[in-house]
């Protein structure tokens, strides 16, 4: 699958903006040119060789503290979508298996949670348990679940009625057995496509609660919490949300972009793909025998 998405070129610029993301989430903090937590004198000063995005109001580096506020956006995302895809894949496939009991309940609570606010739901628990983003991304995850629970048990129902699954059944096969050998590689691609889109939204959640202050403790940098403050001096510097706004936009967008890619080299759509590059490639070159035509 990783081939097929690199062939597409809205796969490779996905991936390409996502490796740039991820090495500023891990090199940012020793990246950083000036220490981001270090006031100065030189308040909401314009671009320069010393700083190159400017400072803030209270004369910190806002190229510094963009590199080192990566690393909470990037780590919340990730917590947001692998919370939901073991919450809710690992049900969604074990709800065709295990009975009619376990497949109502988990329908239910998968109903119940789609109906819950989870935003004012991780602002909830973040004023019972204290400020912190990562109790907030747990419950976050725990509520965006839904998804990965309604994708895995539709591709585990079109998998479950193949002949070669029922064999497995009839024969006395585990469930594990089952799930490994034949439903895995056919639940994995529309899972792959619903973890790219979630870790866009994981970004627009953290970024949505730093924006609001909630999550992170003062004066630990985040990219919302960067655009929240910059909104403040528009008139001194109207420029200054346009970076932090824009990583936030890129970094959605090539999450969105790589789910697309995934989506258009797998299942039917990517065999529908592979047939209409081989036609245009022609037929191969007739083969000669002995040399003649």
Known sequence: MVRRVLSLTSGRIAV??????????????????????????????????????????LGRDVFSRLLDGSRISVLGSLEVALTALVVGAVPGILSVYSGRVFEWLTLRLADTLVALPFMLFAIAVIALLGNGITQAMLVTGVLVSPLFYRVSRAATLAVARSPYVEAAIVSGASVGWIVRRHVWVKVLPPIAVALAQTIGVGFVIVSSLTFLGIGVQPPAPTWGGLLATDLGYLSHQPWAPVAPALLIMVTVWACNLLADAIRDVSGEAGRALASRRRARTGPSAPVTVGGSR
Not at 41 to 55: P, Q, R, V
């Open 16 to 57: 390409v903006i996502l490796v740039l993301i991820a090495l500023l989430a891990v090199c940012g903090p020793w990246l950083a040119p000036q220490d981001p937590l270090a006031t100065s004198d030189n308040a909401l000063a314009s671009a320069s060789g010393a700083h190159w995005l400017g400072t803030d109001h």
